[in-house]
């Protein structure tokens, strides 16, 4: 029997038998997951170990990184921006980022950037895995690269480019990276031990990634140009995500590191209208209200999925069919996710460490946010 750590309201319990359930059946071997609504914590709940040996226990404050979950984070800070008037999705990323222009980039925008269909999902230069760290010279190759395709014709998952794309604009407008942004005005004043960069002095607390099964993943099973070119250019190793390379570089993209509660600790700025659960206000309503903005939608080039788009996140339809349609989401490589439903001003996390083949969120998170929903929706 599993023990199951934390806290969850009496309302909530078969919440709390979901989460149990994925380690009953083997799916899972450390995980946490949270719970809010209103802004009020409803569950906060964690178990299992932090490695694959089982020699150390999932705790509290272990924290791990989380992939493409860490996109929420990079798109809310440019969020943060906008809604202060310092950046215009509308506008031209050149205009912010000179560089850009070349090579038939003129006219792409900032919102396009933001949705994936920039054209740029992958690298046309050879990139070595350690190459992703040095931020220069990776934003220095998108500046001068042609796009894949026409820019906002299609969407294409630009799984680990984007971070460096919306990373620069917002270092050209803020004058700090988006890491350094993203902790000083929206981390720190919610008290959300998320990090994008992270310090030395955490590692002790990070969980261990256990790599999926060989087979299942996109580039697996599909033979797609542009999802062979995502994912193997370079190959994405989850045993880089236990070195100290990995956690100290500042990959908006992909290399966030955070648990349930922190990922949710910012993420209800979505569906609290701007306020944190400790009652702080970072972002107007109107500016997380703009995430839901639709922006492309179709047959995802890289993911080979129905997708639609919004500002940064993804939005109900397509595969992903949620009960109330003023949501966002996104999930991370292995299975991590995050939902944000501003209908029922609730917001999701599940943050694990065995990963699973999926890209975007498997389905034991899907049942554990499955069985909130039937609590809330029920009222």
């Not at 031990?193 to 002790?204: K, Q, R, V």
């Not at 970072?282 to 080039?301: F, H, T």
């Amino acid at each position: 029997m599993i023990t199951i750590h934390g806290y969850a309201d009496p309302r909530f319990e078969r919440v709390t038998d979901a989460f149990a359930a994925n380690f009953a059946n083997g799916g899972d071997v450390g995980a946490s997951f949270c719970a809010t609504l209103g802004g009020e914590t409803v569950v906060d709940i964690w178990a299992g170990h932090a490695d694959e040996a089982a020699t150390r226990p999932w705790e509290r404050d272990t924290i791990i990184n989380v992939y493409s979950t860490t996109k929420t984070m990079c798109a809310l800070t440019a969020l943060l921006l906008a809604d202060r008037g310092e950046l215009d999705f509308a506008q031209k990323v050149a205009h912010y980022w000179p560089e850009f222009a070349a090579n038939g980039k003129a006219e792409v925008t900032v919102a396009q950037l933001m949705s994936h269909s920039a054209g740029l999902s992958g690298f046309k230069e050879p990139v070595e895995g350690p190459e992703l760290y040095d931020w220069e010279r990776i934003t220095g190759l998108l500046a001068a690269q042609a796009p894949y395709w026409e820019p906002g014709t299609a969407p294409g998952y630009h799984a680990m480019t984007q971070g460096y794309l919306v990373g620069e604009v917002v270092r050209r407008i803020a004058g700090v990276t988006l890491g350094t942004l993203f902790r000083t005005e929206i981390a720190e004043p919610l008290g959300a031990d998320f990090h994008i960069g992270l310090p030395e002095s955490e590692d002790s607390r990070c969980a261990e990634l256990i790599p999926p099964p060989p087979g299942g993943s996109i580039a697996a099973v599909s033979d797609s140009w542009l999802t062979q070119n995502m994912a193997n250019n370079p190959k994405i190793d989850p045993r880089a995500t236990r070195t100290r390379a990995w956690r100290a570089a500042e990959l908006p993209a992909a290399n966030g590191h955070g648990n349930a509660r922190s990922v949710a600790a910012v993420q209800t700025l979505l569906a609290n209208g701007g306020i944190g659960g400790n009652g702080k206000r970072i972002l107007s309503e109107a500016g997380v209200r703009r995430a839901l903005e639709p922006q492309i939608a179709g047959q995802d080039m890289v993911l080979n999925i129905p997708v639609n788009y919004g500002l940064g996140y993804g939005l109900p339809g397509g595969m992903m069919p949620f009960p109330n349609p003023n949501s966002a989401f996104w999930g991370g490589y292995g299975g991590s996710l995050v939902i944000a439903d501003f209908d029922a001003r609730l917001c999701m996390s599940y943050v694990m460490n065995k990963m699973a083949s999926t890209t975007v969120g498997d389905m034991r998170a899907g049942m554990i946010c499955a069985s909130v929903w039937q609590v809330v929706l029920a009222g």
